[in-house]
């Protein structure tokens, strides 16, 4: 396929934004200890990375919806002023409680950003092309989030903490006018738009509890706790208004259709748990190679380094094999075996087996999450139609976020139980191990679920809807030929 310069522009400026928004989740935990020199208050540094991973998921569902109603190139744009404004502010800020609530609308803005990469690049590619190319997000997602621990350590080191948020203004400002100059200005509807604010509100609401419960519950608080039973109540309260506003909501935020279909379903179920698996290794690997084995903070991350390139890598392979071939079952099914396999390792072997043998099922689990991610974007977009994608996107990504904050979760706070009952004498290698049994679960998940999606070719064109397809984008389309 040729790739006209505007194509290459909107391409570059995609990958570029995403990964700023991708780094700047990893990016502080190295520059924390610059922070609280110079804004005291260690009671809130933890929010530091809390508010900006709340913003980032309670948005991603409404934010696809916005690109429907409003066009893509609005609404991506205000995406990245949001991220940007934010960035400024982070940088900035002369208290920590302000620093806290500047990096949760740094979140709004970066799960923003995700989502319109995603819808963009899809506009721009049907899905058996979009397999080859959407890989740069996997790959740009992986690269990011490796390396920002390193430059956040270096900038803090070297310059300021500062720097870390202000070094992120010029490069939007570079990929804004790289947008402008590639995506079309018009906007996808033809009359003036319905949004659905109760849906909005709800769903938002709905998102922030739950994943508050995810966060606090048996870490910061008991689960049995006044403040976590209350935040659940208001998650299964928000969650039945929301299904209920949904269903009398002309131009639904988060339309029922896109739940319809085993397609569907079984795409989003192996998605969520995809990313359990991926990001419960990333938790509890370390945790056993320092607490079980004895290797240092640094030899741990060391060790991670192989599956963190192995993982971009067979995103590329994945999307490789689907351009070509049309389809996704091989894909689908070896991403479910692969990570089905390595975390029953993890689980199974012996708690103090050499580590070897745990960096070793960590590889074999790390290739399969990076055989699902692309694999389960396409199988579910495949089965929807343009004028669906961006609410599509949107609900996919919610999925995703889901996956990995439910995983981390439930497994540090599955580790963190076991080691106060137990201490860390020689209990803790049955507790560390005992964890696996998250990822495991999510493995089968993940194989069960492409076992269960069915066999449909990947189309080589869009799919359209009647007249319902403006020219926007046929036109963002276009700049790919």
């Known amino acids: ?30 520059a924390l200890p610059h922070i609280l020199e110079s804004l005291p208050g260690a009671a809130l540094l933890g929010w530091v990375f809390t508010a900006y991973f709340v913003g980032a998921t309670a948005t991603v569902a409404v934010v696809g919806k916005l690109a429907d109603l409003f066009g893509r190139r609005t609404i991506f744009l205000l995406s990245i002023g949001v991220f940007s404004v934010a960035s400024l502010l982070c940088g900035i800020a ?49 690269t990011a989030s490796a390396i920002g621990p390193t430059v956040g350590g270096f900038l803090a080191d070297n310059f300021s903490w500062r720097w870390i948020f202000l070094l992120n203004v010029p490069l939007c400002l570079a990929t804004v006018a790289a947008l402008l100059y590639g995506l079309s200005g018009q906007s996808r509807a033809t009359t003036r738009p319905r949004i659905d604010w109760a849906g909005v509100i709800l769903s938002t609401l709905m998102i922030v509890a739950v994943l508050l419960v995810c966060t606090w519950g048996g870490r910061e608080l008991e689960w049995t706790s006044p403040a976590i039973l209350g935040l659940i109540l208001v998650a299964v309260v928000s969650g039945l208004l929301l299904v209920r506003a949904e269903r ?30 991926w990001f419960g290794l990333i938790l509890l690997v370390p945790l056993r190679l320092q607490l079980v084995l004895g290797a240092s903070a640094t030899e741990a991350g060391a060790l991670l ?10 995103s590329v392979a994945a999307g490789q094999i689907m351009a070509r071939t049309g389809r996704y079952r091989f894909t689908s099914l070896l991403a479910g075996v692969l990570q089905l396999v390595g975390a029953a390792m993890l689980l199974f072997m012996s708690a103090t087996a050499a580590q070897g ?33 961006g609410a599509g996107v949107g609900l996919f990504s919610l999925c995703r976020q889901f996956g990995s904050s439910i995983s981390t979760a439930v497994a540090g706070a599955m580790v963190g139980t076991g080691v106060s009952e ?40 869009q799919r359209e809807e009647g007249r319902d397809v403006t020219a926007e984008s046929r036109e963002i389309a276009l700049t790919a030929h």
């Open 1 to 30: 396929m040729h790739l006209t310069r505007r194509a290459v522009a909107t391409l570059a400026a995609v990958s570029m934004v995403a990964m700023l928004s991708a780094l700047d989740q990893t990016v502080v935990s190295t």
């Open 248 to 277: 009398a909501a002309p131009d639904p935020v988060i339309p029922g259709v896109l739940l319809r279909g085993a397609t569907r379903i079984y795409s989003l179920i192996a998605a969520s748990a995809n990313s359990m698996v």
């Open 94 to 142: 002369i208290s920590l409680p302000l620093l806290v609530g500047f990096r949760g609308l740094q979140g709004v803005g970066a799960g923003a950003i995700q989502t319109c990469s995603l819808i963009v690049m899809s506009d721009m590619f049907p899905p058996r092309e979009r397999a080859r190319w959407q890989v740069i997000n996997s790959i740009g997602f992986a």
């Open 422 to 461: 137990a201490g860390l004498g020689d209990a803790v290698a049955g507790v560390v191990q005992q964890a696996f049994l998250l990822p495991t679960l999510a493995g089968a998940a993940v194989l069960v679920s492409a076992v269960l999606i069915p066999k449909m070719p990947l189309r080589a064109t």
């Open 357 to 389: 043998w745990v960096i070793a099922a960590y590889l074999i689990a790390a290739i399969g999450t990076g055989f699902g991610g692309p694999t389960f974007m396409i199988s579910y977009q495949n089965d929807l139609s343009r004028r669906q994608l």
């Open 305 to 314: 380094t192989p599956g963190i390139v192995l993982g971009p890598l067979s």
